[in-house]
């Protein structure tokens, strides 16, 4: 056990030394946690969450809780972000960093940046939960606009884009640090975790329709007669599939 531990202890190349001092250190737990753990994890709950387990869906409808984990957790990566690259200008081992993973860094800090502002450019939301000022169901998502269909299109590529950087960027991080191995293990072994999860919930479930998961499935509702947007999504009212149960379609 004792040199399991120790093996484990040691920088993944024996040629080089692990040595980092406090900035650095903490830059790079920081934007660990911001885009490998936390970034993933605000994702999968916007694909994978929209109508809960114990959801009585299509009775309750709209359920919150994917939203506020997705704009909270992708708000507070964001902020991380701007503290760990503060950090990284204080330290005095910042020549010891690969020059591709300084180049990728700032793609997620930029990136990164117009992905949240592409939040406040989603348009209004309207249909019956929302209505317009004038009390009409009006909406850029409710109605599908063009406007609507062009922001889904550009926030979720550059989040599923950025994730992918984000994770090359942390383990080119890791190696210009000169990690300790069990830190090559626990980081994309907890990534490889979630993308199993990802693959198990999308061959079992799918990502359910935004649509459906807040109106329902009645064609009265003018995005129900459209396309439905984004691979991979199941529009439940089409089989009445919720965690893997299929039914037909009831409204009753």
Avoid at 17 to 41: K, T
Wanted: aromatic residues 14%.
């Amino acid at each position: 056990m004792t040199l399991i531990v120790e093996w484990m202890l040691q920088p993944v190349d024996p040629t080089r030394a692990h040595a980092v001092d406090f900035y650095l250190s903490w830059h790079a737990r920081i934007m660990v946690l911001a885009w490998g753990v936390i970034a993933p994890v605000a994702v999968l709950a916007a694909r994978f969450f929209k109508i809960l387990p114990w959801q009585s869906w299509p009775k309750e409808l709209d359920n919150p809780a994917w939203w506020k984990i997705h704009w909270i957790g992708q708000s507070g990566a964001i902020a991380l972000t701007f503290l760990g690259f503060g950090l990284i200008l204080f330290s005095q081992e910042v020549g010891v960093s690969a020059h591709s993973h300084k180049v990728l860094g700032y793609i997620v800090l930029v990136f990164g940046c117009l992905q949240g502002l592409t939040g406040f450019l989603r348009g209004s939301k309207g249909g019956p939960t929302s209505p317009a000022p004038d009390g009409s169901l009006i909406g850029d998502h409710y109605d599908m606009t063009p406007h609507r269909l062009l922001f889904e299109a550009v926030h979720k590529s550059l989040g599923y884009g950025l994730i992918v950087v984000a994770f090359v960027c942390i383990l080119m991080g890791l190696w210009a640090a000169n990690a300790p191995r069990w830190m090559w293990l626990l980081i994309p072994g907890w990534w490889g975790f979630l993308i199993a999860a990802a693959v198990w919930l999308q061959l079992r479930v799918g990502s359910y329709d935004t649509y459906q998961a807040i109106w329902g499935a009645d064609n009265t509702h003018p995005g129900n007669r459209m396309k439905k947007q984004g691979w991979g999504t199941v529009r439940p009212g089409d089989t009445m599939q919720v965690w893997g149960n299929k039914r037909k379609y009831n409204d009753s």
